[in-house]
């Protein structure tokens, strides 16, 4: 069974940092598609960060380039999203997803695996 458990949400001020994880089991991680989505209520979800672990190639949503990183710690088999300048127009619900394929990376549909969210919430 394939679960996907994210952690590192929280409350921060405007131009602070958070560094949300995501431990997944029962999925091979060392070659798939991972990502970080977003998603505020009556929105759909928003690709923020993907990357294909085992190219090691990442893409970020033009909203957060400069701003966000997103890696992978092999040893420990745990995503990360190191959220820096954090605006309130980041705060959402942040979703870690996987797949072991992936044709486009920031797309919701190429995703089958998802975790529960953690929420992120930027005070001005």
């Known amino acids: 069974q394939v679960q996907l458990v994210e952690s590192g949400g929280g409350p921060v001020q405007a131009g602070g940092s958070l560094r949300p994880s995501c431990a997944p089991s029962g999925f091979f991680t060392d070659r798939a598609c991972m990502a970080w989505f977003r998603q505020v209520p009556g929105k759909g979800r928003e690709g923020v960060a993907a990357i294909r672990t085992g190219s090691g190639t990442t893409v970020y949503h033009d909203s957060v380039k400069g701003r966000f990183t997103i890696s992978k710690d092999n040893a420990k088999n745990t995503l990360y999203l190191q959220m820096n300048s954090l605006k309130p127009e980041d705060t959402a619900m942040y979703y870690c997803?996987?797949?072991?394929?992936?044709?486009?990376?920031?797309?919701?549909?190429?995703?089958?695996?998802w975790g529960q969210g953690t929420q992120v919430t930027v005070s001005s």
């Open positions: 997803a996987a797949d072991p394929l992936c044709d486009y990376a920031l797309g919701a549909y190429e995703y089958n695996y």
